[in-house]
């Protein structure tokens, strides 16, 4: 799948969670977007456009260009990456894989912001399943209890009765879960066949947001044994910020 290809994807699956504007489906591409050159067979949706919620930021005069658009797209981008050396986005921005290789290419840093670093929704319940000896680092708890989480843990031995577990828990619930386990392959898949468990893999921070995003995610499977403390405790966190979200109208008679 090409660059574009992908990110017209991403850009679909955040309209239809009502994080993108509608008029990504048709209307009249911004300026910004019409100097950017079409790829042949192009369509607006896969070009983007400028959200007018969330409008980019000039560049500044020490060469940071600050998004506050929730996809940063190459139209959100336009032609203002000369002399950039850092591109500031918003915690939680999804960044598609051609904005990736354009800063690589460009060599430009890519920060969040962390004046404006979201919080996780108030009240927010996340049921914790521990699959036998999986660690989870000490201070990840307490971390989570000061944003005002309410974490509920439980340690198995059994991942089928863990994942059964949280099929209950989160059924028809404002609540997220997180399974922690050595063996995430056979998480993901026995978690996937609870009706009500729509789980991801959580591998690279910068991709979980488009990952939870394309399917409406409430679980997360991190392996603690392939993703360094930083990684994985970074995902899980990013995941209890963005909070419960709905499941894709597109993919909701199978997955909801």
């Not at 959200?51 to 020490?62: G, L, T, W």
């Not at 914790?128 to 309410?150: C, R, T, W």
Request: aromatic letters at 4%; proline letters at 9%.
């Amino acid at each position: 799948m090409t660059d574009q290809k992908i990110e017209e994807l991403v850009r679909a699956v955040m309209a239809d969670l009502g994080l993108v504007p509608g008029e990504l489906s048709g209307g009249a591409p911004p300026a910004a977007a019409a100097r950017e050159p079409a790829p042949p067979g192009a369509t607006q949706a896969a070009l983007g456009v400028t959200s007018p919620a969330f409008p980019p930021v000039a560049a500044q005069p020490s060469g940071e260009l600050a998004i506050s658009a929730p996809v940063v797209t190459l139209a959100e981008i336009g032609d203002r990456l000369d002399g950039v050396g850092r591109l500031v986005i918003q915690p939680g921005a999804v960044v598609t894989p051609a904005v990736r290789d354009e800063l690589q290419r460009r060599k430009i840093a890519l920060a969040y912001d962390r004046a404006t670093s979201a919080k996780a929704p108030s009240g927010l319940r996340l049921v914790v399943f521990v699959h036998g000896s999986s660690a989870a680092p000490a201070s990840l708890i307490p971390a989570l209890q000061a944003e005002g989480i309410e974490v509920d843990v439980r340690t198995r031995e059994c991942l089928i009765r863990g994942t059964d577990e949280l099929g209950a828990e989160l059924a028809g619930k404002a609540a997220l879960g997180l399974i922690v386990s050595n063996f995430p392959a056979a998480a993901l898949c026995l978690a996937n066949r609870q009706r009500h468990l729509r789980a991801v893999w959580g591998i690279d921070p910068a991709r979980l947001a488009a990952d939870i995003a394309s399917v409406g995610a409430n679980l997360l499977v991190v392996d603690p044994a392939r993703t360094g403390p930083f990684q994985w405790k970074q995902m899980v966190a990013q995941f209890c910020r963005l909070g419960p979200s709905e499941c894709p109208a597109v993919l909701r008679e199978r997955l909801a």
